[in-house]
Every structure is written in structure tokens, then in C-alpha cells.
């Protein structure tokens, strides 16, 4: 696209010292912190855009965006999407659709706290990502146990490092039954634009919540999508939102898309790669050229069907091989196939894990036959974990 783009992370680069102007170290510990950085290194290199990657770097990025009077979200409105609990006030003060819940403070007895939840509920963190720590319960015992589980993930370093962890509370929600989809869009001037509807063909019931296949277009009727629309947008406006990627759950229940996670940023993982717009641009792309100042409007995603699986992690230790990928790369249909755990390492599965194996993607003429291609290249693989 012609653009010079300054990749800023957490972690210095290792070339910073040869390329100053190309890359940026953050404290991203402290969203404040964080943007006072960017100013900072602003004020010798002008940016024309900030483009977050995850929930974090949308504060972030509104923050510092709105200092130096680029398009940005509201920092509010990035705070709210990124923390759980902030999100269902929010929206169910607005009268969105999305589940009742109640906090339960880091000091609360569980056992106590198990007696008056009605069940199905899920347990979860309110800062956390990729189903982590999310964890449903049938019964006062299943509560107890979800509690002890998610209170030893908050303590771990890594994750009090990045929230605040062991003084954090739990959000305890009503389990929302029905099919999930994801709703990839783009906000412009507040108005939401649907880039993909994504059905989830896998049942999602718990206890944890491990994400596998994503296919679009949607299978759904057409009532069902604009639902889905619907709600989206208006969780959107209820949070402030107005520029820039979204990234939406939602389940069908009782005739209503229910809202259950609206995020300001783009899809995760590899997955966006399932996605082309007009003559072959990328999801990046699209989302690049809006925060420049250009119209994405037209951005219309290709016709053809299209999905992603993420591999799932069978169980916990250490990944020695994923065999089988020629075999899985020579299913009709597949389109890609990437490994990215990394052999000889261990890999945790939900619901302390947060990362996946990998990622197949495939594309075909109908929905159904790039669900049939995932599944098979899936089959094909022989994953040995120690
Ligand atoms: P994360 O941001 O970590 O992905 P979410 O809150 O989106 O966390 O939860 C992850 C998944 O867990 C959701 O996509 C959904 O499948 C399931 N889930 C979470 N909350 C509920 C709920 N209240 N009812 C039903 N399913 C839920």
C-alpha cells in the first residue's frame, strides 16, 4: 500500500537500535503510559494513524490518537470494550440483549456464593482473552470449582502483570444457550459496516469454551443476520464505539442475537487470512486504508465460501510433531495449513491456555464443503503431544 508503518510492541525489537524511526518498545502495562510513549516518539516521526492489534492496544491507541487528533475511538469507549464487566453494564443498560450478571469480589466465599446463582451460569475473568478462564457450571459444586480454577489463573505472574490479577473479581453470567456466530465489521463515522458474518458450526456448551471452525457466509436465514447486524450496531453505539474494526460474538436465542463479547479490534489469530474483499485485498488492508483516511465503504468480501479452523489442543505437554500435513494440504478445498505452537514447547489447553496449535483454511463453493474440507484435513493430522 506504500505505507511506512512503525510496528510498536511490548517487547524491543531486536533491529530498534539500527531502525529507531521503524520500530517502538511500550510499557503496555499502563494504557497512559503507553500513549505518552507514542506522543513522545510522535513528536520527531508523525504518524497519520494508529492501528491497535488487540484489546489492549485499542485503549491504547484511542488514547493516543485523540491527543494528536487522528480518527480514533473514544478511550472510554476502548476501556469498555476490553473489560467484561464494564461491557454487560453497559450494554444491558442500554437494553442489548446480553446476559445477566453479578461480580464476585476476589474475598467471596464461593461455596456461599454457589448457593443463590441459578444455573446454567459461566464463570469468567473480565480482562482476559480467547476464552481463557471461561468456564461454565451446572451445579453448586461445578461454581466452587470454576472459582478455585479461575482465582489460580489471575495469580499466575504473566496474567497479574497484565491486570491486576488476585484483587480482580469474577463475572458470573447466565449461560446463553443457542448457536454462535462472529460478526467481522468496520465502524465508520459510528456507522457499522458487515464485513463477514461467521457461523461456528461447532457446538459451544462448555464446560470450557474452545473455539474450532468458523464459516462464512452465514447459513443462518436472512432474519437471523439482521439480527445479528442489529445488535452488533447497537452494542456499538451503547459503548461509543465509532471508528475502526469490530469483533463480535453473538448466540441465537429466543428469536434475539444475543450480544456476549464486542471487541474493537480485528479478528484473532491467523484467522483473518479466511477473508478477501473486492479483487483480493486483506482484512488488513481494508482496515489500514480506512484509518488513512481512505473509503473502505466498498470493501465487499468475494463470493465464494470461505472458513478457518483452529486447531484445536487435544491435551497439555509438550508438542513434538504435527504429521499428516501434506495429507491434510491435499484435502480439495484447503487452501493453507499453519502450525503455530512451537514443536519441542509445551502447550496448555483451555481453560488456562490462550493460544491455538494452528490454523486450516479452506474455500470452496458452499459452506458446507469448506466445513467438509476443514473436518477432513483436521482428521488427517496426527498431533503428538508428550
Ligand atoms: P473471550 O473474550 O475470552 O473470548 P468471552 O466472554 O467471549 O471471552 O467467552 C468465550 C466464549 O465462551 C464465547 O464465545 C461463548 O462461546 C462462551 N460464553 C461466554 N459467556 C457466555 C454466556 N454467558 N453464555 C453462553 N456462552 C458464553
Given at each position: 500500500?506504500?505505507v511506512?508503518?512503525?510496528?510498536?510492541?511490548?517487547?524491543?525489537?531486536?533491529?530498534?537500535?539500527?531502525?529507531?524511526?521503524?520500530?517502538?518498545?511500550?510499557?503496555?502495562?499502563?494504557?497512559?503510559?503507553?500513549?505518552?510513549?507514542?506522543?513522545?516518539f510522535?513528536?520527531?516521526?508523525?504518524l497519520?494513524?494508529?492501528?491497535?492489534s488487540?484489546?489492549?492496544?485499542?485503549?491504547?491507541?484511542?488514547?493516543?490518537?485523540?491527543?494528536?487528533?487522528?480518527?480514533?475511538?473514544?478511550?472510554?469507549?476502548?476501556?469498555?470494550?476490553?473489560?467484561?464487566?464494564?461491557?454487560?453494564?453497559?450494554?444491558?443498560?442500554?437494553?442489548?440483549?446480553?446476559?445477566?450478571?453479578?461480580?464476585?469480589?476476589?474475598?467471596?466465599?464461593?461455596?456461599?456464593?454457589?448457593?443463590?446463582?441459578?444455573?446454567p451460569?459461566?464463570?469468567?475473568?473480565?480482562?482476559?482473552?480467547?476464552?481463557?478462564?471461561?468456564?461454565?457450571?451446572?451445579?453448586?459444586?461445578?461454581?466452587?470449582?470454576?472459582?478455585?480454577?479461575?482465582?489460580?489463573?489471575?495469580?499466575?505472574?504473566?496474567?497479574?502483570?497484565?491486570?491486576?490479577?488476585?484483587?480482580?473479581p469474577i463475572?458470573?453470567?447466565?449461560?446463553?444457550?443457542?448457536?454462535?456466530?462472529?460478526?467481522?465489521?468496520?465502524?465508520?463515522?459510528?456507522?457499522?459496516?458487515?464485513?463477514?458474518?461467521?457461523?461456528?458450526?461447532?457446538?459451544?456448551?462448555?464446560?470450557?469454551?474452545?473455539?474450532?471452525?468458523?464459516?462464512?457466509?452465514s447459513?443462518?436465514?436472512?432474519?437471523?443476520?439482521?439480527?445479528?447486524?442489529?445488535?452488533?450496531?447497537?452494542?456499538?453505539?451503547?459503548?461509543?464505539?465509532?471508528?475502526?474494526?469490530?469483533?463480535?460474538?453473538?448466540?441465537?436465542?429466543?428469536?434475539?442475537?444475543?450480544?456476549?463479547?464486542?471487541?474493537a479490534?480485528?479478528?484473532?489469530?491467523?484467522?483473518?487470512?479466511?477473508?478477501?474483499?473486492?479483487?483480493?485485498?486483506?482484512?488488513?488492508?481494508?482496515?489500514?486504508?480506512?484509518?488513512?483516511?481512505?473509503?473502505?465503504?466498498?470493501?465487499?468480501?468475494?463470493?465464494?465460501?470461505?472458513?478457518?479452523?483452529?486447531?484445536?489442543?487435544?491435551?497439555?505437554?509438550?508438542?513434538r510433531?504435527?504429521?499428516?500435513?501434506?495429507?491434510?494440504?491435499?484435502?480439495?478445498?484447503?487452501?493453507?495449513?499453519?502450525?503455530?505452537?512451537?514443536?519441542?514447547?509445551?502447550?496448555?489447553?483451555?481453560?488456562?491456555?490462550s493460544?491455538?496449535?494452528?490454523?486450516?483454511?479452506?474455500?470452496?463453493?458452499?459452506?458446507?464443503?469448506?466445513?467438509?474440507?476443514?473436518?477432513?484435513?483436521?482428521?488427517?493430522?496426527?498431533?503428538?503431544?508428550?
Amino acid at each position: 500500500m506504500g505505507v511506512d508503518a512503525v510496528v510498536a510492541s511490548d517487547r524491543r525489537q531486536a533491529l530498534e537500535g539500527l531502525q529507531p524511526e521503524r520500530t517502538l518498545t511500550l510499557d503496555l502495562v499502563s494504557p497512559e503510559r503507553a500513549a505518552r510513549q507514542i506522543l513522545r516518539f510522535a513528536l520527531d516521526h508523525p504518524l497519520a494513524a494508529i492501528v491497535p492489534s488487540d484489546d489492549l492496544t485499542a485503549e491504547v491507541a484511542a488514547i493516543a490518537a485523540r491527543r494528536l487528533r487522528l480518527p480514533h475511538n473514544p478511550p472510554e469507549a476502548a476501556r469498555t470494550a476490553r473489560r467484561k464487566d464494564l461491557l454487560r453494564r453497559t450494554l444491558r443498560a442500554a437494553g442489548v440483549p446480553t446476559p445477566r450478571y453479578r461480580l464476585l469480589p476476589p474475598a467471596a466465599d464461593p461455596q456461599a456464593a454457589a448457593q443463590d446463582q441459578a444455573y446454567p451460569c459461566v464463570l469468567k475473568p473480565t480482562f482476559l482473552a480467547a476464552s481463557r478462564g471461561v468456564i461454565r457450571a451446572d451445579d453448586a459444586a461445578g461454581f466452587a470449582a470454576a472459582v478455585r480454577r479461575i482465582r489460580a489463573i489471575l495469580a499466575l505472574p504473566e496474567v497479574m502483570e497484565r491486570g491486576g490479577g488476585a484483587e480482580e473479581p469474577i463475572l458470573v453470567e447466565e449461560f446463553i444457550p443457542g448457536a454462535e456466530v462472529a460478526l467481522e465489521g468496520l465502524l465508520r463515522e459510528g456507522r457499522l459496516q458487515t464485513l463477514a458474518i461467521f457461523d461456528k458450526p461447532d457446538p459451544l456448551d462448555g464446560p470450557f469454551f474452545e473455539e474450532t471452525i468458523y464459516v462464512t457466509p452465514s447459513r443462518h436465514p436472512v432474519e437471523a443476520q439482521q439480527a445479528i447486524e442489529a445488535t452488533a450496531a447497537a452494542a456499538a453505539r451503547a459503548i461509543g464505539l465509532t471508528e475502526g474494526p469490530v469483533h463480535a460474538e453473538l448466540r441465537l436465542h429466543a428469536g434475539e442475537a444475543w450480544l456476549i463479547e464486542l471487541a474493537a479490534r480485528s479478528i484473532g489469530g491467523l484467522c483473518s487470512r479466511a477473508l478477501r474483499f473486492g479483487t483480493g485485498m486483506t482484512l488488513e488492508e481494508v482496515i489500514l486504508m480506512h484509518a488513512l483516511g481512505g473509503d473502505a465503504g466498498a470493501a465487499v468480501r468475494t463470493r465464494d465460501a470461505s472458513g478457518v479452523m483452529m486447531i484445536p489442543i487435544p491435551s497439555g505437554g509438550i508438542l513434538r510433531a504435527v504429521g499428516g500435513q501434506q495429507e491434510a494440504r491435499a484435502v480439495p478445498g484447503v487452501v493453507d495449513l499453519a502450525v503455530s505452537a512451537t514443536l519441542g514447547r509445551p502447550i496448555v489447553p483451555l481453560p488456562e491456555g490462550s493460544s491455538y496449535l494452528g490454523f486450516i483454511f479452506a474455500r470452496a463453493g458452499s459452506p458446507a464443503e469448506v466445513e467438509a474440507a476443514l473436518r477432513e484435513a483436521h482428521r488427517r493430522l496426527r498431533i503428538v503431544i508428550d
